[in-house]
């Protein structure tokens, strides 16, 4: 797993990583994604900033797909918005499917859609992706 923190005055504001998409060989260039961004530091930035570094670092590791699950909510809902869908696509994300109900959290059940973004060329076998460390 790849991880990196944003310390801005206020402490950690943000994270980001990227995680093994799946454990087989075969699914190798492929990494599950995800930021958090503190809620009253939202809307600033940083979001944006975690990404785009974990980006880069990954494409300097060989990675070509960033795949990210995002719980969304089905109706209205004062816990969970939107918002992640939006920001991912934003960022050039593209929605490739939902499942329903199946994540579960304030007491709720919840639809989670994967996203991905393709970062690399997909021609002829790929050279062995080279996992390691980044920073900002």
């Not at 790849?2 to 990494?31: C, H, P």
């Not at 990675?63 to 934003?90: K, Q, R």
């Not at 939902?98 to 060329?121: L, Q, T």
């Amino acid at each position: 797993m790849i991880m990196k923190e944003l310390n801005w005055q206020k402490g950690v504001v943000g994270y980001a990583y990227a995680n093994t998409f799946k454990g087989r060989k075969a699914y190798d260039w492929s990494v599950e994604t995800t930021v958090y961004v503190k809620k009253n530091c939202k809307r600033m930035g940083i979001g944006r900033v975690l990404y785009d570094q974990l980006e880069k670092s990954l494409k300097s590791m060989g990675i070509l797909n960033m795949n990210a699950c995002i719980a969304v909510p089905v109706h209205e809902d004062p816990y969970l918005s939107d918002d992640s869908f939006h920001f991912h696509s934003t960022l050039g994300f593209s929605m490739v499917g939902r499942f329903h109900n199946s994540g579960y959290k304030f007491d709720r059940w919840y639809d989670m859609i994967w996203m991905e973004k393709i970062i690399g060329n997909h021609e002829g076998q790929p050279p062995e992706v080279t996992f390691g460390q980044w920073t900002i």
